[in-house]
């Protein structure tokens, strides 16, 4: 079979066919220049301020669903299939204004209007999906999109009210699920797509086996799966990304479910996507999701990126070695698997292959006796990068702590573990002294750089005090309130 | 025919902002919204990597060999002036021709058919310089024996030294108070399109079109009438857009008329980020004396702001700092010094407030350091200083405080909080809790109004009434989203006494009303809704002699009255009468024009009254930190602040909470870090942080103390509110100093510096739990 040359998807309900898409060709820019959809604006260019926040709906395996992202560092090429749903789609023909439009008019949710269609848009998805927000729903909701001028007072007032001037059920896109379902179907050909010129060539895979194949044609290919880092590389820093591989329509690398005494979360599967798993069988990650960037990054991002990219200030590396996560890499048809905290090697520089892509994570449930927590610490609470991020695993039996697996981001050039603390912890009891060992202790394990996140003595003595927060928190013998509320 | 008994629209009254519906829709246009004609071409900026640099050469050649650049602009392509200082100082060239002042200043622009290309052309340029010392910080440079970038100001009043020796007790500090960027969600942008002759019209964003437009005549030699300057709407101004987009226009205007084509210039975040000036960061040296009451005998204080490598609006900014160094206080004795020092940063510029948040805070830390050592609440010793009625009303400027209405403002919310009872509980509290400590504050404020270069306190407009009655309204003022088009348009619908939607509301431009002030300190409304109304008021003027002379009337039986006019007995509707206006001749278009009354100022002297009037505001707000991490977390905030008779309580109300959360902004997570090399390591959200939603106070009472009304005879008695608010958020960053104090049992001043980050906070707990 051939291979496909042009990217097919729905732009406001019309088909689009857009050839020769160069890897590095946004959907923010195509929108705006191309097709002079001028409501989506540009704030910031790297996912921060959501200001560029459309829908995009993609048919996987649970049907239809509309996810609000950031059209600035989300590529055109990774569209392809989807169905593009920008501001200037929600009123009606008729001109009517929609709901979410009418409830930030009736609560006074703009000023200088700049940032409003991409709150609009990211109330429109949340409505969707929780017509009826508490506050806090609304908040995390809204963590990926700033407003300078309101203060964000009159936009939640609307957003918990926008359910009074219509219901999701006679939303367009909900009316029209079954025509654009279909529609959508109809544009998964089955065939690899390669697009854009020669030297900055999309590509497409059409299943896991052919992405291994394509890998194996362009070893040194940037493998594209949320974007939300590699968007960065072309926006900020104007690196030529081509050829890209992109992977985030691979549903077969999106799965995630528990398989026995494991959770497997597929490299491709996006933050939200492993959310409520993840909440279920580790409670600890609960809130801890939820400060991962904002949510049009969570729909994008996905866990195996996170990974894969070597971040020494990811968030997901340390809580998953302190759990004591695996990672497996697949090589054409080959594949291994390794502990996650040795696939970091140094500063940039992981254990993958050029021509190796990061598959699935596989992570062990914790048992009876362990205990586990999951801190970050920004400048600010929401959508920020940690200064310090720990991953705290321990197993008390009888009072004797084993098992110790302490991984801190934001303290070493790697996300990396606590080796002298941990030596510090296994044998001894569960006491405050036992911590108290550990915490000195973590200064022969690290010497955290200083930058404008944290100073070096911020770094060292924060982590510190979260070793000190987990005793707290876990000791039965003390109630102690440790954490601020979340709302 | 029209039977309402009143229109609607009209003053005092919530009218939504104009433009709500093309907000929410995607249809307000921005400038780089606007359709772009055939063969735009796109400008880039090329700057520095290195903070202080002899410039020797810059070798273009690979930039020009990039497919699709048009060619470069540098110092040498300016036809006329290569200087864009707004104070006409000669200290800020367009492009610089010998010397780097720092790092990520502008250098050159390169004009290709698209705004990538430029944008990947701007790195390729080949930078020779000869790098040499810098300083970037007001400290640093003082030590290096750097200049003042602009004359500094002295404020004296009595007699310092004796009440400093006589005085009780006696406390010296220094603190340090952090900058801040604008971080309007639309950047900088100018596009320019060249006309006949020496004409050019440039569409931007910027607070100040008529200096854009002087400027751009400048910097191209040719007369201001041969450049337009359109503002329709920003995308956020904050003070960020009052200078700063000068750059921008000059340099789209230079290559529009250099290669005959329109051109866009757009930054980046980061570029705009690094490029523009900022809020000024401060270093204040204060040596307060004080009895035992707490009652302050004597201030001095030493304002040094890191100003960068030029004026810009430094001078009135460290000036507005002192002006506000008292914020509600009588200072008996006082002496205050500014020090604008030249850095090797970029310019400083205007940021809401202007350097009045710098001073308030001033004051504010001495209350927390006199209220620390006589182990006294806060607020009592608060009310001990705050301005008399009768006396203990003069200013460090000489100016008498007529109009405090703080005690009534302070006590109403002191109430409405139970503020007393609060702080008793969170003290018990803070026994209790050995890892999550709470802290309360009660702060207010009190901001003068009006530029204090007096020049600037004029406005004009231009109203039209066409002949089927529908209204034009054109003013000086701009719209950044503070609503000001939809007050000015409130005024002018009362007073033709029609509905609000009669009312055309049109961009700014420089050809419809000329030298403008900038749409800046607060004063949008009060210049240009008085101008508007002077404008109204000629042409009813014009209209009851039409109508008294044709109906035979006396003018007294002449009156406009929901959207009708009577004329003795006969009631007309409005566009019928101003049709048969228009039939008799009678001129139904005028410009309106206003200066502000009563102020006057002797920099030299440090004396006069800079501010027509006073805004007053008060805030209280509840915090819990942990001292573990230094995290907080915002538990409530009540806010009780004064705008007079607001012309649209509901757009004041808006103003008043984003104010509040910028200046908490401004104090808390929003932190500008520099490098040792000099270089901006904070340049775009994801580095820069500034609130989010989920950093309101959990709980968030907001009201306008509605019983207030203006003693002057401002527009309908309001006051200005876009600034004084902004600097309620002062009241977080003293609860949250509560809370790290308690950990040494309130004995001592934590001394925090803003911005208050989670870890300034865990680093002042460290400290105090070093002192137990």
Redesign the interface.
């Known amino acids: 079979m051939t291979h496909r040359t042009d990217i097919q998807f729905v732009l406001n309900g019309k088909d689009v066919s857009v050839p020769n898409v160069s890897a590095d060709q946004t959907l923010l820019d195509f929108l705006r220049l191309e097709r002079r959809l001028t409501g989506t604006k540009e704030g910031c260019a790297e996912g921060d301020c959501g200001a560029c926040t459309v829908l995009v709906g993609r048919l996987g395996r649970k049907g239809l669903a509309y996810v609000p992202v950031n059209a600035c560092i989300r590529f055109l090429a990774s569209v392809d299939g989807c169905h593009v749903v920008t501001v200037e789609h929600l009123s009606g023909p008729d001109g009517r204004l929609h709901p979410v439009q009418q409830a930030m008019i009736e609560h006074h949710g703009s000023q200088c209007g700049f940032c409003t269609p991409g709150f609009v848009m990211a109330l429109y998805a949340l409505w969707m999906q929780t017509p009826e927000p508490t506050e806090t729903q609304v908040e995390t909701a809204l963590q990926g999109n700033l407003c300078r001028c309101t203060g964000y007072e009159p936009i939640i007032r609307a957003a918990v009210a926008v359910s009074r001037y219509g219901t999701p059920a006679s939303d367009y896109l909900n009316t029209e699920r079954e025509t654009m379902t279909t529609r959508l179907a109809a544009l998964k050909d089955g065939r690899r797509v390669v697009s854009g010129t020669e030297d900055n060539l999309s590509i497409i895979p059409s299943s896991v086996d052919d992405l291994a194949e394509c890998l194996q044609t362009y070893p040194n290919a940037t493998i594209v799966a949320g974007a939300t880092d590699v968007g960065l590389w072309v926006t900020k820093f104007l690196r030529n990304i081509g050829p890209a591989i992109f992977t985030g329509h691979l549903e077969d690398l999106k799965t995630v479910e528990r398989q026995g005494s494991l959770l497997l979360i597929g490299a491709g599967a996006s933050y939200t996507d492993c959310q409520e798993l993840l909440s279920e069988h580790l409670p600890h990650l609960s809130s801890y999701w939820d400060r991962i960037a904002g949510w049009q990054v969570r729909n994008m991002g996905t866990v195996g990126g996170n990974i894969a990219n070597g971040s020494p200030i990811g968030d997901t590396p340390p809580v998953l070695i302190a759990l004591g996560a695996e990672i497996t890499l697949r090589r054409g048809s080959e594949s291994r698997t390794l502990p996650l905290a040795d696939f970091f090697i140094d500063y940039g520089k992981q254990d993958r292959q050029p021509d190796e892509f990061v598959a699935s994570i596989h992570v062990p449930l914790p048992g009876p006796n362990d205990l586990n927590a999951a801190y970050k610490i920004s400048k600010r609470r929401d959508e920020d990068i940690s200064s310090v991020a720990a991953g705290i695993h321990m197993t008390v039996t009888d009072g004797t702590i084993s098992n110790a697996r302490i991984a801190f981001g934001g303290m070493a050039a790697t996300p990396k573990r606590a080796a002298a603390a941990e030596a510090a912890l296994n044998g001894r009891p569960w006491s405050r002294e036992s911590i108290e060992a550990a915490a000195v202790a973590l200064a022969q394990d690290f010497s955290p750089l200083t930058d404008w996140r944290a100073s070096s003595d911020y770094r060292m003595l924060s982590a510190q005090n979260l070793l000190r927060r987990f005793f707290l928190e876990n000791d039965t013998k003390t109630d102690t309130p440790v954490q601020l509320a979340c709302a | 025919m029209k039977d309402n008994v009143s229109i609607i629209g009209s003053a005092h009254t919530n009218v939504?902002?104009d433009?709500?519906?093309?907000?929410?829709?995607?249809?307000?246009?921005?400038t780089?919204?606007i359709?772009q004609p055939e063969g735009t071409l796109h400008a880039y900026l090329g700057v520095s990597d290195v903070a202080h640099a002899k410039l020797l050469d810059i070798d273009f050649s690979d930039v020009l060999a990039t497919p699709g650049v048009v060619g470069v602009l540098t110092a040498d392509d300016v036809p006329g002036v290569n200087d864009i200082s707004p104070t006409h100082l000669n200290d800020e060239p367009v492009f610089p021709t010998d010397a780097i002042q720092f790092h990520g200043q502008p250098l050159f622009a390169v004009v290709a058919e698209t705004r990538d290309i430029a944008?990947?052309a701007a790195?390729l340029a080949k930078i020779e310089y000869e790098t040499l010392p810098h300083a970037l910080d007001p400290i640093a440079a003082q030590e290096a024996g750097y200049p003042h970038v602009t004359a500094p100001l002295k404020l004296e009043r009595g007699d310092v030294a004796p009440a400093q020796e006589t005085a009780p007790n006696r406390i010296k500090g220094r603190m340090s108070v952090g900058g801040q960027d604008?971080?309007?969600?639309?950047?900088h942008i100018a596009f320019a399109i060249p006309g006949e002759d020496d004409d050019v019209v440039v569409h931007c964003s910027t607070q100040h079109p008529s200096e854009a437009q002087h400027m751009v005549a400048h910097v191209l030699g040719v007369p201001s009438n041969a450049v337009v300057v359109n503002v329709r709407?920003?995308?956020?101004?904050?003070g960020g857009k009052e200078s700063q987009m000068n750059l921008f226009c000059a340099v789209a205007a230079m290559a529009a008329k250099k290669w005959n084509r329109a051109v866009k210039i757009r930054p980046?975040?980061?570029q705009d980020m690094t490029a523009t000036g900022k809020r000024h960061d401060f270093v204040i040296d204060y040596d307060v004396a004080f009895d035992d009451d707490g009652r302050i005998q004597a201030v001095e204080g030493s304002f040094a702001a890191r100003c960068g490598f030029s004026a810009d609006l430094s001078g009135p900014v460290t000036d507005r700092a002192l002006f506000h160094a008292d914020n509600a206080y009588f200072y008996p004795n006082v002496r205050l010094n500014s020090r604008p020092m030249k850095t090797n940063t970029v310019s400083n510029t205007a940021f809401r407030g202007f350097g009045g948040p710098q001073g308030v805070i001033a004051a504010e830390r001495m209350i927390e350091e006199i209220a620390y050592a006589t182990g006294q609440d806060p607020l009592d010793v608060r009310k001990v200083n705050f301005y008399g009625t009768e006396d203990r009303n003069i200013t460090p400027y000489h100016q008498e405080v007529e109009d405090s209405i703080l005690d009534r403002l302070i006590g109403e919310l002191e109430e409405t909080s139970e503020y007393r009872k609060r702080r008793q509980d969170i003290i018990e509290f803070n026994k209790t809790?050995?890892?999550?400590k709470k802290g309360i504050a009660l702060t207010p404020v009190k901001f003068g109004i009006s530029f204090t270069a007096t020049w600037y306190n004029q406005a004009g407009a231009l109203v039209h009434v066409y002949n089927d009655g529908s209204i034009h309204l054109n003013h000086g003022g701009t719209e950044?989203?503070?609503?000001l088009n939809t007050k000015v348009a409130q005024v002018v619908a009362e007073a033709f006494q029609v509905d609000f939607s009669r009312i055309k509301i049109t961009k700014t431009t420089t050809e419809k009303v000329p030298n403008t002030s900038a749409t800046a300190a607060s004063s949008g409304t009060d210049l240009n809704g008085m101008a508007a109304l002077n404008a109204v008021e000629q042409i009813k003027a014009r209209l009851v002699k039409f109508a008294a002379e044709t109906w035979n009337v006396a003018p007294e039986e002449v009156a406009f009255h929901a959207n009708q006019v009577h004329i003795g007995q006969e009631v007309l509707p409005f566009d019928t009468f101003i049709k048969q206006a228009y039939l008799a001749r009678v001129q139904l278009s005028a410009a309106g024009f206003y200066k502000t009354p009563k102020i006057h100022w002797d920099r030299a002297k440090g004396q006069g009254r800079p501010f027509y009037y006073y805004s007053y505001g008060a805030s209280c707000s509840e915090v819990?930190i942990?001292t573990?991490?230094?995290?907080?977390?915002i538990e409530r905030t009540d806010l009780l602040h004064d705008v007079g008779r607001s012309l649209n309580p509901?757009?004041d109300k808006?103003q008043v909470?984003?104010?509040?959360?910028?200046g908490m902004g401004w104090l808390t997570?929003e932190?500008l870090?520099w490098?040792d090399a000099g270089r901006l390591?904070?340049h775009?959200?994801?580095?820069y942080?500034?609130?989010?939603?989920?950093?309101?106070p959990?709980i968030?009472n907001?009201n306008l103390a509605d019983w207030s009304e203006n003693r002057e005879l401002t527009i309908k008695r309001s006051k200005a509110v876009g600034e004084p608010p902004f600097m309620l958020g002062i009241s977080v960053f003293e609860a949250l100093s509560m809370a790290v104090a308690s950990v040494a049992e309130y004995r001592e001043c934590p001394r925090l510096d803003a911005p208050a980050?989670?870890?300034r906070v865990?680093?002042a707990v460290?400290r105090l739990q070093e002192t137990l």
């Not at chain 2, 433009?19 to 921005?30: E, L, M, P, Q, W």
Request: proline share 5%.
């Open positions: 939504k902002h433009s709500a519906i093309k907000h929410v829709t995607g249809r307000a246009d921005y780089d919204d359709a944008r990947r790195e604008h971080m309007y969600l639309e950047g709407r920003m995308g956020g101004g904050f980046d975040r980061d809790s050995p890892i999550l950044m989203g503070q609503g819990t942990d573990l991490t230094g995290e907080y977390r509901v757009l808006g909470e984003g104010a509040f959360i910028q997570t932190e870090w490098d390591r904070t775009a959200p994801s580095t942080k500034i609130p989010l939603a989920s950093d309101r959990r968030f907001v980050t989670p870890e865990l680093m460290s």
